[in-house]
């Protein structure tokens, strides 16, 4: 499992293509739905694709994550996939970030609860 504690309230996950982004992210997902009360950094360099379930996923969690007021942040996404979050519209929906260090820096310095729900 590519996911790490970075800090008390922040967990980063180095993500790859399925199956091991599948397995992260709902493993990030019942981290949170048991109580978590952590921010996530969604590292994205190592994703070349997503597909309809990677999807569902990421929605899953983001909301999982808003209900206990805390921040998802999507870090390093590349073209391909940069162009499947503007295609479905859901670039509107998640916080992206150019690197996981802006994305941590994000966190840290606007705090847990983001200005659009």
């Known amino acids: ?40 950094v969604l590292d994205f360099r190592g994703v070349r694709y997503l597909n309809s379930s990677n999807i569902a996923k990421l929605l899953r969690l983001r909301k999982a994550i808003i209900l206990r007021q ?28 150019d690197s996981v260090d802006t994305a941590l820096l994000t966190v840290q310095i606007a705090g847990s609860v983001p200005e659009e729900v």
Do not use: C, H, N, Y
């Open 70 to 97: 805390r921040r998802l942040v999507l870090a390093g996404v590349g073209t391909q996939v940069w162009g499947m979050f503007l295609v479905t519209g859901l670039e509107k929906i998640f916080e992206f970030a």
């Open 1 to 40: 499992m590519s996911i790490q504690t970075w800090s008390d309230t922040i967990r980063v996950a180095e993500l790859q293509d399925d199956p091991a982004f599948s397995d992260d992210i709902a493993a990030l997902t019942e981290q949170v739905e048991q109580g978590g009360m952590f921010d996530v």
